[in-house]
Each structure stands twice: as C-alpha cells, then as structure tokens.
C-alpha cells in the first residue's frame, strides 16, 4: 500500500498546525491548514476533502448513462469490462480489491482516460505522440480467493477521469470489491482545499471557471520523482523521472509532459497565486532551470529529464517567472542565490538585440506551438519587452550597483520603438508576425502586446488591436492565424488580459464563456479542469493537423499554460493586484462587465487582502469594501459612473478629491484615491 507516499497521517489531516510528519514518503506536510477565505463559494472547488478518493459512478450502455458505484460489480466472463467515472480529473495511484471465482489464470486490465472519446482497453496517450500506444497495466492472478492489487510507482497516472477495468481469462470470473485512488498531486497538502485565494461573482460560469483553473494547477503540482521518464518508453508509460528540487515542482500538465515549461508558467504563475496560493511549486520549478542553466548562459526550453534546448521565448520566460515569484513572495533571498546566472541570462538574451533594427534577432526557434518561428518574429520582440522591464525591477530589489537597471530601462523603450516603427502595421491596426511579413497577423503577438505593456492601454492602437483580435474569433474561441484551424487556451488567455488592458471588459468576458465555459460544460471532456487546446470544429485534436502526430488522445486535459482566467478574474474583473514585493503596494481597479457583484482575495507573507464590489439597485453607481495589511499602500482605480463626468466619490463615510485617470478618449475614465492598508469603504456615485 502507498498511503504513506499519497497521504499524511489520518490524525494529522485535520489539524491547523505546521508538522514535520511526512506527507508522501519523504515529502513534508507543509500545508496542514484550512482555508484562508471559508464561505459557500467552497462549493465551487474541485479539489476532493480526502487524498483517498473512490469513483462515483459506473457508465452504461455506450458511455453516455452512468449509475452509482455500488460494490461488489461483477466481471463475469472473459472481455467483460467496467468503466468507472470519479466525475472530475483526479491522478495517481489506484488500488483494487476484488475475488477470483472459478478456476485457471487470467488478468484484471486497468485502463485510463481523460476524455470520454478515449474510453476503451487501451489507455489514451500520455507517453509521447510519435510512440507506441500506452495500453493498458494488468493486475494477474493464478486461480480463485481475494486480491489486492496496488499500481507499481512507476505507473502513477497522473491525469485521468475514466478507469476502464476488463477482465482476461478463459474459465475464471471476478468479483470487484472495492476501488481506491491515493490523490499524487500536490504532495505536501494534506487537506487539498486548503486554498489560499478565493473568487466569487453573481455568474455561476465564470465561479466555476476560475474554481476549474485553480483545480488545475493542483494537478500540475507534482512530486519532484514522478515525472515523465526520458527517454520515453516505447510502449506504455513511466512516470518515474525526476523533474526538479524539493517534494512538489509545478509542471505543464497532468497526464504529460509532467516537466517544468517556463512558457507555460507564465500563465500558470499568477493563476497560482490568486487561487491556490501555492508558490512553493513554483520556487521549485524555477530553481530547477537555474541548476540546469547551460554554460552560454542560456536556459533549457524544459526542465529535466527532458532538457529540451534552443528556444529564446521559453528563456525569457524564466526571467519573467523570476520576477512574478518575487513579486508575489518577496523571496529575495531565492533572486540573491541565484542573481549571478539572472545576469548571465540576461546578457544572453540582449546580446541578441543585433539588428539594425533594434529588433530581437530569435535564433533559439522552438516556441510555445505556432507553426513559423526565428528571425525577427514580433511575438518574441514582446516577451523581450516585459523581460527587460522586469528585470529593471529586479536589479532594485537586489540593489544592484552594475548599471544593469539603467541598460535595461533603455533597452526597452529603445525596442518599443523599434518594434512600433517595423512591426506595426497601422493600416490593418495591428502587429504583423515580423518586420517583412504582411500577411499574417498572429494571436499572440497582438495579445502580448497589451498584456505584457509594450502598447499603451490608453492609445487609439491598444483599441485597434483588442478590435483586430476578434476578427480570428470562431464560436468556439479564436482560430490562432499562427496555428491554423487551432484554439489555443495558452494564447487566448493572454488575450483576455490583452483585452482587460484595454479596458474592454465585454470582450475579455465574452472570450472565458465562449472558450473555457464551453470546455467546462462539454459532456466528454473533464469538466472540471483546462484542457491544452483544441481545434476549431470542437474536437479535441489539437496540433494533429500540424503534423503533431496522429493521435488526438494525447492533448492534456489539465494543462496550467490554460488558466489565464483566474488570475484576469481577480486582478482585474474584482481589479485586486499586487504591485510590489508581496503586497507592499497594491491596487483596486475594478472592471464591472456586465456582473452585478464580485469579491475575492489572497494571501502573502503580509496578510490578507480581499475586496468585493456590488452594483447599487438603481443602476447609478457601485460599493466596494477593501481589507489588506497594516503598513501597505494602495492605489483605487475606479470606473466612473458616466464617462467624461466627475463622481461623487466616498472613502470611509467621507467625500474625498479623486484625481483623473484618463486612458484616452475611446476608453472609460477612471478616477484614483491613494489609500493606506487597513480595512475602506468606497461609494461611487454621479456628481
């Protein structure tokens, strides 16, 4: 049995104080605690109250009824089968319980599927596109009496919603008894919903969306010895290799790769901390592409085993990471360790801005998954754009005397520039895909344009491009031009931020209904979880068409590069954002949409912050309520009951001077009060 790997002591579980008793092996529960924000949006978390789960019920027929699980469930006679749905996505190891009745040998199979298309003998696919099929793992017996039978350690799954079980034998039949899953994701929590952040709105979808992306990043953070083995195994799975330092490390994806990607932690990063408050993952993940730097100073595309290497996107991304992990924990202890190889990186990368131009010249060319990369791509111009303004940050913070800060600060407005003069196609209104290219006007470039800060979200182009963004919309989401015939979760996440930005709510929210509520809500996916991509007829085949491979049962159906509604939920629909080093300072900026009300919060090393906001009855303004730490300074962004007018503005039962926040005349005004922490009031009103 391996409940001392999966689960701490059962008299520990529901005690609120820190312990050093293991969790999983040699894995510490350092999360024994409840959560932050108790209240009846609870009800929206997927993760289960115990880290020993049993299926809830049975499918029928074809797949499309089910019944309870009510044991025992026969296997009478050779190639019968039981399919069981435990009703979410959950990972890790299964034990069976059932007896042999009649006599000679034969197999009990146990098969795994994340999507109810993939239901069958065979598993779906989790070890590579281009490898054998992973089939199925058997548990054998030699003639009749009871078994227990517990999955080898190597054979964890880590993503599945359906188990199969089918029986193989000739003369024998098989009564099962009882079926048991031990929880292997988030490995030093012993009460899984404990989470940190909480968000709740009047929209019940977008409640669960945001629950969905934070249940998903739960099963992204794995123990450090369980990820996918490489080189992979030619048929079958093995999750068995080491991915990273410490007991949990934040990966890409449940079922697989289960390897560190910093592109996809730029997504998965801020979702984390909003929601699960869980950035122990994420020190982890980063440490681990700081030990595996490569001696010219640049970073793996992906953690280990893999180490896949030459991408100057995913590079970049590292640095980025770094300073969203600072900026949520101010750990700068963990910046200072490791500052020498941040500056080698960043010389790496910057030694790279050769062109004329003033453009990134992108040699390293693997990329997050769109079809034409290198040269001078504007994608990459803008990640270079947010690495150096960060970096300029994180040279403050280390009180770094170098002139590193200064360099970089104008690096930056230098390849703004640059990027505007040769990129910028004004005619069309946005970004083409390089500086020559004038027919393809790429997804990703566009959205991180806005959501990483190169265009001003005030400016006529920052409109014209949250307008141009939509001409690739499909009814299920955006067609990324960069990867035909392909919804991309991971890029249309920036999208929504890229929308936020420019202050067109509507359209951010439109976006999260259209694409991940029609995911959640979809019969055969997980619907509970973010699934990696899709394509744009509504099957799950992403990249197949792009020469990914044949099999369409390899996409991930829990992938963390797909959460970006959570944290766009919270830091700007409720408008809750940090600004400095955990909280230090921070910001209210709400953006109403078309919701009634919403509230929220998370969790640093200062305290709790949490805000709500709720429309007034007659329509003609709002209320908010705000708590955060003693000793913090905040900053209210607040939207104005009609544009272009002054309003009446109340802060703690007294009218206060708001002073104007104008983005442009085409965007909303807002207007802004400075704030000390500590527990406001705030009524808006017309004048």
């Known amino acids: 049995m391996l409940s001392a790997k999966f689960q701490c002591w059962l008299t520990l579980c529901f005690l609120t104080i820190v312990s050093a008793q293991s969790c999983w092996r040699n894995t510490t529960c350092n999360r024994i605690r409840e959560a932050a924000f108790p209240g009846p949006w609870d009800a929206n978390i997927y993760a289960p109250s115990s880290r020993t789960v049993a299926p809830k019920s049975v499918l029928t027929g074809e797949g499309r009824t089910t019944r309870p699980w009510s044991p025992p469930e026969g296997l009478p006679s050779n190639g019968s ?78 993503g599945f919603r359906y188990l199969t079980l089918f029986l193989v034998a000739a003369s024998a039949s098989v009564e099962v008894q009882g079926v048991s899953l031990e929880i292997g994701f988030q490995p030093t929590w012993s009460n899984l919903r404990a989470y940190q952040g909480y968000f709740h709105s009047d929209d019940e979808l977008l409640n669960r969306i945001w629950y969905a992306g934070a249940y998903t990043l739960q099963t992204n953070a794995v123990p450090s010895q369980f990820g996918r083995r490489s080189p992979f195994v030619r ?40 929601s699960t408050g869980d950035l122990d993952s994420v020190r982890n993940a980063l440490q681990t592409m700081y030990d595996y730097m490569n001696s010219d100073g640049s970073f793996p595309e992906a953690g280990p085993p893999l180490l896949q290497q030459g991408s100057d996107t995913y590079h970049m991304w590292s640095l980025i990471g770094t300073y969203n992990y600072v900026l949520y924990t101010n750990d700068t202890a963990f910046l200072r360790r490791n500052w020498p190889k941040y500056l080698r990186a960043m010389a790496y990368i910057t030694a790279k801005q050769t062109y004329a131009s003033g453009l990134l010249r992108v040699t390293g060319t693997r990329d997050w998954a769109r079809w034409q990369t290198g040269y001078n791509m504007t994608e990459a111009q803008m990640i270079l754009y947010r690495t150096l303004a960060t970096g300029v940050d994180c040279a403050a913070w280390m009180s770094d005397a170098s002139g590193a800060a200064t360099r970089w600060a104008a690096a930056a407005a230098s390849l703004r520039t640059a990027v505007t003069t040769h990129c910028f196609d004004p005619a069309r209104g946005a970004f083409r895909d390089n500086a020559t290219d004038t027919s393809l006007y790429p997804q990703d470039a566009n959205a991180l344009s806005l959501a990483l800060g190169l265009v001003d979200p ?37 999208e929504v931020h890229a929308h936020l930005a420019a202050g067109q709510t509507a359209r951010a929210l439109e976006l999260i209904r259209r694409s991940w509520g029609w995911y959640l809500d979809h019969p055969d996916g997980s619907q509970s979880t973010a699934v990696e991509g899709f394509l744009v007829d509504g099957t799950w085949g992403y990249r197949s068409n792009r020469g990914y491979g044949n099999d369409p049962s390899y996409v991930s159906h829990a992938h963390g590069w797909s959460t970006g509604p959570t944290s766009a939920l919270t830091e700007s629909v409720l408008g809750l954002a940090v600004t400095g080093r955990a909280g230090e300072t921070w910001r209210f900026a709400p953006q109403l949409g078309d919701l009634t009300r919403a509230e929220g919060g998370f969790v640093t090393r200062l305290g709790r912050f949490r805000a709500g906001w709720k429309r007034d009855a007659a329509g003609g303004g709002f209320g908010a309520e705000l708590s955060s730490p003693t000793g913090t300074r905040g900053v209210l962004v607040l939207p104005v009951v009609r544009q272009g007018v002054m309003p009446r503005v109340v802060v703690d039962g007294e009218r206060v001077d708001p002073q104007w926040r104008r983005k442009g005349s085409v965007v909303f005004d807002t207007v802004a009060v400075e704030v000390a922490g500590g527990d406001h009031t705030v009524v808006v009103s017309n004048s």
């Not at 146990?110 to 548990?139: C, H, K, Q, V």
């Not at 799975?237 to 996809?264: C, F």
């Not at 005030?458 to 067609?479: F, H, K, M, V, Y």
């Open 235 to 274: 048929t079958g799975w093995a999750n068995n290799g080491s991915i990273g330092n410490g007991d949990t490390v934040l990966v890409d994806g449940a079922k697989r790769d289960r390897a560190v990607w910093p592109g996809d932690m730029g997504i998965a990063v801020p979702s984390s901390f909003v």
């Open 81 to 158: 089968r039981l399919v069981f749905d435990f009703g979410k996505e959950v990972g890790g190891i299964v034990t069976l319980r059932y007896a042999v009745r009649g006599s000679g040998r034969g197999a009990v199979g146990l098969a795994f599927s994340e999507a109810r298309n993939w239901i069958g003998e065979w598993s779906d696919s989790s070890n590579g596109a281009f490898r054998g099929p992973d089939g199925a793992i058997y548990s054998n017996f030699s003639g009749p009496g009871d078994v227990v039978y517990t999955m080898p350690d190597e054979k964890l799954r880590g």
């Open 458 to 494: 005030g400016s006529a182009a920052a409109q014209s491009i949250s307008a141009r963004l939509l001409d690739n919309w499909t009814p299920l989401g955006p067609a990324a031009p960069e990867l035909p015939g392909n919804v991309s979760p991971f890029v249309s996440s920036f």
